[in-house]
């Protein structure tokens, strides 16, 4: 990738991370851990890589992205508001009564939300579906879900994982959140879903690894998921919780709650700060 | 009323299905390895390109049929009662229902009609389970011509629909030539004046031998066929609770949360009148012959009779 196009993502993400920041706290409730730390892999998804018009949201031969980690509607949202779905502004509605921005995503009332997701391992299989409609019409459309590492524990997951493999979709692509944190702690110590590459690759997947926060693996995983026929990609991006913003960095406590007014501020002068020194 | 031809309402989906292959491109069939039971089957055989089989994976199924359904197919999907409405209650709740997918979720084996089998496969809840759902249409038909109706109406149908069907054969007793069916409109099947009986299911045709055997006996029954239980008609209640003073509900399925209680919760608000209700008492099913358990549980012309007798007396 060249200098350029990176600090023009790294720009957009810094932007996002600070939507999440806003309407969370604005929310005064909501999940900012794994919103941050998906941030940069979905920058890459909206800004790069997937064909979609803001202008026409349900376009039908758009790429589509599920947000199969529901909770982290913050990021979803502040990227949408950023491509020009809906107003920026409108992030700080996330939560409230009559807002369009509800806690998980709701596709009948957010424009560029393809899918309604929120309870862990529904939305894989909506996207395996996705994924078998453009089979069905021959179009060349390309469908991603975003997983958590936590919620790979459900057993529909793993449903949806041989489904697709066995259907041979390989215009699909899963992403896998892999921070590391769940609610209750550490995945390995909850319940551990480890290990993930092994587990995507048994049942049939063509399995990337990379650094969640470096856009040139991301462009790499990517671009060669788009070369392999046959078999969907899983691509296990590797991330730290609360990235972007230090005292949330790497902690479990901040998987879902909300700043207060003095971490809000911190947290939008790191931000700021990182953004100020991007544009130099 | 007693010759007559026999065929499991199961039968009529498959059926359906395999004449929506050739007048609508848009549908889809996704089972759950019971193709051959459930009959999506013969879809299979007709149109093999826009049947999936998605294992023994009913969660997944139904997420799938969402995201189908998101991409402009109108996704037909089969299991038994109890691995739809049961086992994939939240995914249908949150992946369909919530989004208002136009997904036709199309149970078979439903109730304790399912027979030997026994009480795991018997499902006499999953018409309280949908009808919960808001925005869940709920049609449970009566025999093979409305089941057919029924599939082909929710095909036209924008969003969810749930239609449950039997395993056993069941007696054909709608007529072809002047059936009409429409969602949420219940059937006058025959007048009278002195108690209303209201089935649906497998228990209309019960009920018509109940309301005969009653003539007989003096007792002028009406019977009326609620094939959709939701949205339910109101009227068609309303008028009968106010005509004949008394209704007598008849379901196989629990008397938790099925068609009783949404008959009940019409009276109550709009003609309050006693409402007694025939189904399956608060209890699991059982193994046995199909119409040997029916009868054992009440399901039957004897019990209906017997028991529409005793409310039509005490009014």
């Keep these: 990738m060249n200098e350029t196009t990176k600090k023009e993502l790294m720009i957009t993400a810094c932007k996002i991370r600070m939507g999440i920041i806003e309407g969370v706290y604005n929310a005064k409730s909501g999940h900012p851990g794994g919103s941050l730390s998906m941030t940069d892999v979905l920058t890459y998804l909206y800004f790069k890589e997937m064909n979609v018009d803001p202008q026409n949201p349900k376009w039908e031969d758009r790429d589509r992205f599920v947000l199969s980690k529901g909770h982290c509607a913050p990021a979803l949202y502040s990227a949408l508001a950023h491509k020009g779905f809906f107003p920026v502004e409108e992030l700080k509605t996330l939560r409230k009564v009559g807002a369009r921005l509800q806690g998980h995503p709701d596709m009948k009332g957010t424009p560029g939300v393809d899918m309604t997701s929120g309870s862990l391992g529904q939305g894989v299989s909506a996207a395996g579906g996705m994924a078998l409609a453009a089979k069905i019409d021959n179009k060349d459309y390309r469908v991603y879900a975003y997983l958590g590492d936590g919620e790979i524990e459900e057993g529909q997951v793993w449903e949806a994982a041989m489904f697709a493999a066995h259907k041979k979709l390989d215009n699909l692509c899963v992403i896998v959140d892999f921070n590391g944190l769940q609610i209750d702690g550490a995945i390995t110590d909850v319940n551990s879903p480890c290990p993930i590459p092994e587990k995507y690759e048994a049942f049939g997947f063509n399995v990337i690894t990379i650094d969640a926060h470096d856009f040139d693996q991301i462009e790499a995983a990517f671009e060669q998921a788009k070369t392999v026929k046959g078999k969907p990609t899983a691509i296990i991006a590797v991330s730290t919780k609360g990235k972007g913003v230090s005292y949330m960095l790497n902690k479990a406590s901040w998987h879902g709650a909300a700043p207060n007014k003095e971490q809000y501020d911190i947290a939008m002068e790191e931000l700021k700060a990182e953004l100020a020194a991007l544009e130099e | ?315």
């Design chain 2, 1 to 315: 009323m007693a010759d007559m031809i026999k065929k499991a309402t199961r039968e009529s989906y498959g059926e359906a299905l395999v004449e929506l292959a050739d007048i609508n491109e848009k549908v889809v069939v996704l089972d759950a390895d019971l193709a051959e039971a459930t009959k999506s089957g013969m879809f299979k055989k007709k149109c093999p390109e826009r049947f999936f089989d998605c294992g023994i994976a009913e969660a997944n199924l139904v997420g799938t049929a969402a995201g189908l359904a998101t991409c402009g197919k109108i996704p037909f999907i089969s299991s038994f009662a109890m691995f739809l409405a049961g086992r994939a209650f939240e995914q249908i709740r949150n992946s369909i229902g919530y989004p208002h997918m136009n997904v036709k979720i199309c149970a078979t084996h439903a109730g304790i009609s399912v027979g030997e089998d026994g009480a795991t496969h018997q499902c006499n809840e999953d018409i309280a389970l949908m009808r919960a759902i808001p925005g869940m249409t709920v049609i449970s038909p009566s025999d093979h011509i409305e089941a057919k109706a029924a599939v082909k109406a929710a095909a036209d149908f924008e969003g969810p629909v749930y239609i449950r069907f039997g395993r056993v054969a069941a007696p054909v007793f709608n007529t072809s030539d002047d059936y009409k069916f429409e969602i949420g409109k219940g059937l006058l099947l025959r007048d009278g004046k002195d108690v209303t009986i209201v089935a649906t299911g497998l228990m209309v045709y019960e009920s018509l031998l109940a309301a005969e055997a009653l003539a007989e006996q003096g007792i002028d029954a009406r019977v009326i066929n609620i094939h959709t239980i939701k949205p339910i008609d109101k009227d068609i209640i309303i008028k009968a609770a106010k005509e004949t003073g008394a209704i007598l509900t008849v379901e196989e399925h629990s008397v938790i949360g099925g068609l009783g209680e949404a008959v009940a919760a019409v009276t109550a608000e709009e003609a309050p009148v006693k409402v007694v209700k025939i189904g399956m008492n608060d209890k699991f099913g059982y193994s046995g012959p199909a119409l040997e358990l029916l009868k054992l549980e009440g399901l039957c012309a004897d019990n209906i009779a017997a028991k529409a007798k005793a409310l039509a007396e005490s009014k």
